[in-house]
């Protein structure tokens, strides 16, 4: 059975600072700290990003004295990663058919 794929949550991970933070929680939590260490990102930059992330349901927060750690949903890539190969399955049961041109 064909699932749509959510466009909402493709549009969220697409950008290539989300999407690095995704892979860096994908491995341990981390804090504001260690996320603007390991990319780079100014502050405010990256506070933005993470809010984004935390509105589509990508990451959970954590609060630690005064840190905030992050750390991955991993359900949400995973039904997205369903939605995925429930196209991928459509597309090998559908290899066979091909419509006729008028």
């Keep these: ?3 749509s794929v959510d466009t909402d949550l493709m549009r969220v991970l697409a950008d290539p600072l989300r999407l690095r933070i995704v892979t860096l929680l994908a491995r341990e939590t981390l804090c504001t700290t260690h996320l603007i260490e390991e990319t780079g990102a100014r502050q405010t ?3 933005n990003h993470l809010r984004v992330l935390r509105e589509a349901g990508v990451v959970e927060t ?3 004295g ?3 750690y ?3 949903c991993p359900e949400v890539i995973a039904r997205l990663a369903g ?3 429930d196209l991928a ?3 090998r049961t559908a290899a066979g ?3 006729s041109c008028p």
């Design 83 to 85: 939605q995925f190969a």
């Design 1 to 3: 059975m064909l699932t």
């Design 89 to 91: 399955e459509s597309a």
């Design 62 to 64: 954590e609060p630690c």
């Design 97 to 99: 058919n091909k419509r």
């Design 45 to 47: 930059n990256l506070s």
């Design 66 to 68: 005064r840190f905030t």
């Design 70 to 72: 992050y750390k991955l």
